[in-house]
């Protein structure tokens, strides 16, 4: 062996404990397409772009590369700086990421690399340990890298406010929110007649004034006997109109009565709704800012369109406080379907990050950003669909306090 030779094998010796170190540190080998963040000087690349896993009996360059909307991980192998058939090669690589199980990925042939039987999932923020098997020889190497992710103190985290939640199985209700207006039900309106043609005596009450069923509403004297009676209060209820004043012949309706105890929403539903709805769906009903909200269920649908291609649906509410006045402007959103989701997140925890879908987990002070793929979502919850496993710790408040956090540090997607 000459003297050439054996300086170079020497220092391939001395020189791997110093990359793989370097390499558990290093934030700039990752997809192709993206933007170049900053790079480490010390990282060793392949020819193809790559990281490169080095040892003096054989090399392995792994590179992440998008492809037909995945992620795979190519991997090119070199034995003294030549391609080899890789056929020959076997690899296995076990992936840790933070606050997840292991995962064990595969790959197969295909052209002069190994690819990855499966996607791998952003963030590129893990620890891999690479079992290699090349004709009889069995070789193990360890690459670490880092992104999206931040670490704050305790004390950090309470000034922040930021408030953390467990990510689980649960039911998802898909909605449809439709524009209605309160009106009084058909029954709960009386029109107060006088029995007996008359002149009106005296009228004991006015209009907004609240009245119990048997109150004395009016007197008339008949016209006929010109004997006195005594006009009563049917209901319980509110005066709404008043037609005739004292003095005046009573002939027709003397005023109107309404019990607002229970009331409909007159809901206006278009075609595409229409067909979503069901009678009994639950609904909530609330007022244009928020005031209060009240739980309904669906109980008539018109069976015919009006002319402006709307429906009319109804819903019953209790309204003991007489809160929701006829006339008044209200939204509801009606329970369409229910969605049992495998991982739900609340609604709030989900940020668009580097023009995805994302929410933060956390594990002790470590923070990390988590691209998600969403599903059936609500005002308050979101079915996670992939990119957050179950149990995981995510931030539910204050989320942009880590964003923000990340992007400042320029570990959003450093490559």
Known sequence: MNKTLIALLITQLLT???????AMASANHHVEGHEEGHKDEHTQKGPHGGFLLTNNALDLELKLTQFAGNTELRI??????????????????????????PQLIRFKAEDDYLVSTVSVNEPHSFKLDVMARYKDAEINYHYEQEEGRTTLSEKAIERAGIKTDIAKAG????????????????QSTVEVMA??????????????????KGDKLASITNRETLQNY????PITGVITEQYLKRGELASSALMQIVNLETVW????????????????????VYDLHHHLNAQGEV?????????GHIARARIELK??????RPGMHVNSDISTAKVDAAVRVKAIAVQEFNGKPSVFIKSGNVFEVRPVKLGAKNSEWVEVLEGLSPTSEYVTENSYVIKADILKSGASHSH
């Open 16 to 22: 791997l404990p110093f990359l793989s170190s370097m």
């Open 171 to 186: 039911s998802v209700e898909l909605t449809d929110t439709l524009f209605g207006v309160i009106a009084p039900t058909a």
């Open 319 to 324: 309204n003991p406080d007489g809160h929701w």
């Open 299 to 307: 109980f008539y649908i018109a069976p015919m369109m009006s002319g």
């Open 76 to 101: 090119y192998g070199f034995k003294n700086n030549k391609t080899f058939d890789i056929n020959q090669l076997d690899v296995t690589i076990n992936v840790q990421r933070l606050s997840e199980a």
């Open 265 to 284: 929403v007159e809901l206006s539903a278009f075609p595409d709704n229409i067909e979503k709805l069901a009678i009994g769906q639950s609904a909530t």
């Open 195 to 212: 029995p007996y043609t008359g002149l009106v005596n005296d009228i004991f009450v006015s209009i907004g004034q609240n009245v119990k």
């Open 230 to 233: 005594t006009i009563k209060s």
